[in-house]
């Protein structure tokens, strides 16, 4: 059965896409079948992961405007995990459908079963705000996954939750928020120590143990348009995101 998993924060700059992307990775080589869909009209994921000069004939824009999602899925650089693209115009989807009747429902009805039975997991990598996309990949998800590595951005979890159970009570029964995982986290400041505490403290058994640490590695790795495994496989980054796919998996059986 596919496992639909939302990668969310409000907040930009949590790792969000990092996480999206890596995490994804980590399955594939895991030996699962992934697709990562890209809702932020950054395109970060977008830009990492699709091959140099090419141009997608379809995008998640085309999608909400009636693209069957199998027309826009395109083969990513690293085999096993296929990608759903993401553009700057995407933005604007926000106001054009402001009015439209069924807006939130749009992803969730995109994901039929012939998708679904192509892919053990599908990825969505969410823009920094919990507006109408955002609350569209919440609706089609069964779980959530929030990064979190500062106080500012434990500040937006709460009304993300609110929203969460908001969408859990009229729209989508079977979704939970399953986990929260520590980004770019350095054990040796005190400002690292406290953040941890203290999302221990709020949020208990939903913390993972692994915490992905800051790395640049992880930085540089998407301008190469690689994952991290791919262009650092030794590196502290990817034993961090080979030790979450792990956790995570182990948590899911």
């Known amino acids: ?42 395109a970060n994921a977008t830009i990492n992961l699709l091959p140099p000069g090419y141009q997608p004939e ?26 759903v693209p993401s553009l700057l115009s995407f933005a604007a989807i926000e106001s054009e459908f402001l009015s439209k009747i069924g807006r939130e429902l749009i992803l969730r009805r995109s994901l ?21 996309i955002s609350i569209n990949t919440l609706v089609a998800a069964d779980e959530v996954i929030v990064p979190v590595h500062e106080f500012y951005a434990l500040e937006g979890v709460e009304l993300l939750m609110n929203v969460v159970s908001q969408i859990k009570e009229e729209l989508n029964p079977k979704l939970r928020v ?47 348009k690689q994952t991290i495994f791919d262009y650092a496989d030794m590196s502290t980054g990817a034993k961090a995101y080979t030790d979450l796919t792990s956790e995570l998996l182990d948590l899911w059986r």
């Open 112 to 132: 039929d079963d012939q998708v679904k039975q192509e892919y053990d997991f599908i990825i969505f990598d969410t823009p920094p705000a919990l507006g109408m």
């Open 1 to 42: 059965m596919t496992k639909i998993i939302s990668i969310s924060n409000q907040k930009g700059g949590v790792g969000k896409t990092t996480t999206a992307v890596n995490l994804s990775a980590g399955l594939v080589l895991a030996g699962k079948k992934v697709l990562l869909i890209d809702t932020d009209p950054q």
């Open 58 to 83: 379809f995008t998640i824009k085309d999608v909400f405007y009636g693209t069957k999602l199998n027309d826009a899925i395109c083969t990513s650089v690293m085999d096993g995990l296929d990608i």
């Open 178 to 224: 399953s986990a929260f995982l520590l980004t770019m986290h350095d054990e040796r400041t005190n400002l690292a120590k406290d953040v941890k505490e203290k999302v221990n403290e709020i949020f208990g058994d939903m913390v993972l143990n692994t915490t992905i640490p800051r790395n640049v590695k992880l930085a540089e790795a998407p301008s190469h």
